[in-house]
Each structure stands twice: as structure tokens, then as C-alpha cells.
């Protein structure tokens, strides 16, 4: 189906454009969205070229994108747009044969905007942790009421996966509605104009508090209406800049919120009364996915959604068939010994802490595997990390680091994860450093013993999937 994107159509796709990094979280979807669109799209990717992932390169040849190793090859006119994040280098090929002919350069927030901005209805999820769930959430909610949304996500949709999808981070709609997650890591959240802006969070993660309460105040000013969390001390302080808000949480203060005493957990879910309070009307929510954090991204969702035009007893009914996203707290399995591995995409402080949270809330050992997911956002906040590690686990549980992620280029590597693991033994946590990811698994299966839960977290790597498939093959 052809998204109505108006502005950006015809100039979209009078050209050829060509993706370095096209299986990329970020590049993915984008992609998607602009074959959705007509336009012819190319690529390459470094993990295609390493052998990671060929489902999912092949899945996209049999969309018909044309693939190209990352040698330059694939940039040959020049009319073609190179699609690169500002993070790739001068020297990788494509951009130094893209400068020789003169291509235009775009990068991925760049391109985004461009889409997004050009949409008659914009939603836009911010915060520091969350956005990803909010978003599918927010997009499942307005494709059930019939809206027929464009999604951008940075996650696989489980509702909108299918045999012939098997990587549906994106949604391309025929509305004349975009809802898309975005980012403050790089400052390009900036760049959007939102008919709603969401706020989930504001916490340490890439940015500086300093620099994150600009950007995200900025964020909300920007906004026709904003969306804010009322449980968030940071995200509270930036309502004065919104023209018009309302908020979500527990808080009693919330315009979107829980009935006192109402929510009810289990391993695999949580439900709650949800309260309108502009209406005092209440409606019974069951979410298929664990943790109050969870419960906490369904009311931001619904808040969203509310902030759209949708009813809430609508968004309410929407997501009880909400399906989640891979790789957040995404349960791989029970070994026939009875061993729990989950796949979580936790990687920072925060998003460690829920899902770590999510776990504690019921009985049973904890085994925690964690790739950093890369050696600067390590320095960054490696010892909030280590703090968080140590003291929301118990005395017998375990975490297992592994070298950061690094699929080359130049970067300081001087600070890796044994200097975490000495800080969390401060904390008095329980931590062991084992450098080979393969030597990780070994040690897992090793200690893991019935109703035990093991959790694989990190991101910026699709083959951590498989890593936690394959631990969960071993212990059977």
C-alpha cells in the first residue's frame, strides 16, 4: 500500500537512493518505507558482508532491494542519494565513492524528518527508554480504530509480523498519519515538528541531564499537544514548556491513570483499571506483557492515542491483543530442565532496571548476560550501569559481561566490561568477566540449574537473538 505523504512524495521518488547500513534497527524500517513509497532503494551492510543475520538480507532481495557488499560498488550515479548515519566514516566506500560522483548525502534522522514532518497527523515518541514499545503500541492502537497509520520503529512489531514479513519494524499506511519513535542520542530529535509529542522519560543514557532537558523541552514546545509522564521528576519539570498537555502514570495527579490498588502481575502479564480523570470514566486493561513498566508504556500509549482523537475505552480494547516487540522481554523458552531464557533489548541504566524489576517480581535465580553495546556509551554511563546491576539483584544471582559489541572502525577501547564488573563487585553485587561471547554461553549453561531465569540483554546487535536461541537449544 502507498502512504499519502504528500510534500515529500514525488521528490521522494524521482531517484535512486542507496542505504549503507540498510539492516541497521534504524535504516531498516526506513527503508521499507520508502520502497512503500515507489521509490527504487539499494544497499549495503557490514553484517551482511560478516555472514550475520542472511534471513534478513535475503528477506529484503526477495522485496526487491538490490544488495551490494560494502566495497563501493553499489554507489554508481549520480543521482543516487546516500542514506548514511553521521556516525559512518569518510573512509568507508560508499561515502568515498558517493563524494567522487557527487551524490547527495542524507542522513537517517534527516530522511526521517523529511517523511515525518511532510504527514498530515504526527505523533512522536521521545524519552530516554521506552519509545520503541510505546510506539508499536500507539501504532497498533490507531490501525485497530482504523486510522491505517505509517509506523517507524526501531523494533519488530510482533502484531504486524507475518510469514512474509519476518522483520516488521515499519508499517507503511494509506492515512495521512505518522507515528514514529525518535531520538535524542544524536540531537537530531530536533528535527521534528509533532502534531503530538510523547515523553516517556528523561534519564542519564547518551546526553548529559543538562543537554537532555533542552532537547526534550524543546521537544514539547514544538508539539500541538503534548504527552508527558506524571511518575518522571525530569519529564514534570519540562510541562511549562508545552502549549497544551496532559499526562500518565500511577500518580494520583495523572490525566490518564491506574485505579489505586487495581493492578494485578503475573510472569507473563499485568492488568489494571485505567482511569480517565478528565471524565472519571474506568476501563479494564490487560496487557500479554510483564512489568510496570510496561503498564506504564500502555498508558502512554493511550494518552497518545487520546491526544489523537482516539477514545480511550477504544486504545483500551486495542491493546489487549497487543502482541509486544522482539527482543523486549521477549520470552525465547522453558528448557525441558526448566530454565527461562528471555531476549531483552536493556541497555541502559533504565531499561535495565525494568527489565531486572520484571524478573525480582517473582521468585526464582537470575542469571544476567549483558554485551555492552558499544565502548563509548560504556564510559558514558558504565557506572550507573554497574550500580543498577549490583543492587536490583539478589545475593544469588549472577551477571555475566562480555566484551562490548564491535564491528570495526576506529574508537577508543581503552575501558571495556572488566572495569564494570569490578564496580558492581564494589556494589557488592556478584559479576564475572568472560571477554568471548561463545565462552559466555559455555558459562551459562554451565551454572544454570531448574527455575532458573536467564535474561540476554544489549542492543545494536541482531545475532543476540540467536546467541539466546541457541543457549536456550544447549539446556535442552
Not at 514525488?10 to 547500513?21: D, E, I, K
Not at 566495497?71 to 542514506?83: E, K, M, W
Not at 514479513?165 to 499506511?173: E, I, L, Q, T, Y
Request: hydrophobic fraction near 45%; charge should be negative; include cysteine.
Amino acid at each position: 500500500m502507498t502512504a499519502s505523504i504528500p510534500a515529500a512524495g514525488p521528490s521522494l521518488t524521482s531517484h535512486p537512493w542507496f542505504f549503507c547500513g540498510i539492516g541497521g534497527s534504524g535504516m531498516l524500517p526506513l527503508a521499507l518505507i520508502l520502497k512503500g513509497l515507489g521509490a527504487d532503494v539499494a544497499g549495503s551492510d557490514r553484517g551482511r558482508d560478516q555472514g550475520r543475520t542472511p534471513e534478513k538480507f535475503g528477506w529484503l532481495e526477495s522485496l526487491g532491494f538490490t544488495l551490494f557488499p560494502q566495497d563501493g560498488s553499489g554507489i554508481a550515479r549520480a543521482d543516487q542519494v546516500l542514506v548514511a548515519s553521521a556516525a559512518v566514516e569518510d573512509t568507508v566506500p560508499e561515502v568515498v565513492r558517493a563524494k567522487e560522483l557527487g551524490c547527495a548525502r542524507m542522513s537517517r534522522a534527516d530522511l526521517l524528518a523529511t517523511l515525518f514532518n511532510a504527514t498530515g497527523t504526527r505523533i512522536a515518541v521521545g524519552g530516554t527508554s521506552g519509545k520503541s514499545t510505546v510506539t508499536g503500541m500507539l501504532g497498533w492502537i490507531l490501525t485497530e480504530t482504523g486510522a491505517d497509520p505509517t509506523i517507524m520503529n526501531g523494533a519488530v512489531m510482533k502484531n504486524f509480523r507475518t510469514p512474509d514479513a519476518p522483520f516488521a519494524s515499519a508499517r507503511v499506511g494509506g492515512g495521512d498519519l505518522f507515528v514514529s519513535e525518535v531520538d535524542e542520542s544524536d540531537g537530531s530529535i530536533a528535527l521534528y515538528r509533532p502534531t503530538v509529542a510523547v515523553l516517556n522519560n528523561v534519564s542519564l543514557d547518551h546526553k548529559s541531564l543538562e543537554e537532555l532537558r533542552a532537547l526534550f523541552g524543546d521537544f514539547l514546545a514544538r508539539a500541538d499537544r503534548a504527552v508527558v509522564n506524571a511518575d518522571d521528576a525530569e519529564s514534570r519539570a519540562l510541562l511549562p514548556r508545552a502549549r497544551d498537555a496532559i499526562t500518565f502514570g500511577f500518580a494520583e495527579s495523572a490525566t490518564i491513570g491506574v485505579v489505586a490498588g487495581s493492578v494485578i502481575e503475573s510472569a507473563t502479564g499485568i492488568a489494571a483499571s485505567v482511569v480517565d480523570r478528565r471524565t472519571g470514566e474506568q476501563h479494564a486493561l490487560s496487557l500479554a506483557l510483564p512489568g510496570r513498566h510496561n503498564l506504564a508504556n500502555a498508558l502512554a500509549a493511550i494518552a497518545g492515542a487520546s491526544a489523537a482523537g482516539v477514545p480511550v475505552a477504544r486504545a483500551v480494547s486495542a491493546l489487549a491483543t497487543f502482541a509486544g516487540l522482539a527482543r523486549r522481554f521477549d520470552i525465547v523458552g522453558t528448557s525441558p530442565s526448566g530454565v527461562t531464557v528471555i531476549d531483552d533489548f536493556g541497555h541502559n541504566p533504565e531499561k535495565v532496571a525494568a527489565t531486572l524489576a520484571t524478573l525480582k517480581a517473582h521468585p526464582g535465580r537470575v542469571i544476567a548476560f549483558f554485551q555492552p553495546h558499544g565502548y563509548g556509551p560504556l564510559r558514558q554511563m558504565g557506572a550507573e550501569l554497574a550500580e543498577v546491576l549490583a543492587t536490583r539483584l539478589g545475593p544469588h544471582d549472577v551477571t555475566i559481561l562480555c566484551d562490548p559489541v564491535y564491528f570495526g572502525g576506529t574508537v577508543d577501547r581503552s575501558q571495556g566490561s572488566q572495569r564494570i564488573v569490578h564496580l558492581i563487585g564494589a556494589h557488592g553485587g556478584h559479576a564475572e568477566y568472560v571477554p568471548a561471547r561463545e565462552a559466555c554461553a559455555d558459562r551459562i549453561v554451565e551454572i544454570a540449574r531448574p527455575g532458573d531465569r536467564v535474561v540476554i540483554m544489549g542492543a545494536r546487535d541482531d545475532t543476540l537473538s540467536q546467541f539466546a536461541q541457541g543457549i536456550l537449544g544447549r539446556l535442552g
